[in-house]
Nanobody
Framework: QVQLVESGGGLVQPGGSLTLSCAASGLTFGSYAMSWIRQAQGNRRELVAKITPTAGDTEYGDFAKGRFTISRDNAKNTVTLRMNSLKPEDTAVYYC???????????????????WGQGTRVTVSS
């Protein structure tokens, strides 16, 4: 059974920092691209950050560039999101997302096998 368990959410003041962690089990972690996706109340889900299976490439939503950093530890089956300079508009539920990917012919190809965590709430407020 695949599990993605997020932790690290909470209440933080504007300008503060938080680190979110996602612990994965039940899958071959090194075969999955990992992402953090967030959903604010009344909004669609949006990509926060993504990291390829071997951590060779990362991708960020425009709002996250320069403030957030995604990393992964394939030995520990964890992915981490460090968030700095938090703003009230960063308030959302943050989800860990895994997508199976294989690298060939110069790019990653996704199998369609995907998993979601339950989410962790981040509230940025004074």
């Amino acid at each position: 059974q695949v599990q993605l368990v997020e932790s690290g959410g909470g209440l933080v003041q504007p300008g503060g920092s938080l680190t979110l962690s996602c612990a994965a089990s039940g899958l071959t972690f090194g075969s999955y691209a990992m992402s953090w996706i967030r959903q604010a109340q009344g909004n669609r889900r949006e990509l926060v950050a993504k990291i390829t299976p071997t951590a060779g490439d990362t991708e960020y939503g425009d709002f996250a560039k320069g403030r957030f950093t995604i990393s992964r530890d394939n030995a520990k089956n964890t992915v981490t999101l460090r968030m700095n300079s938090l703003k009230p508009e960063d308030t959302a539920v943050y989800y860990c997302f895994a997508a199976e990917a294989q690298y060939y012919s110069g790019s990653y190809h996704y199998s369609g096998l995907e998993y979601w965590g339950q989410g962790t709430r981040v509230t940025v407020s004074s």
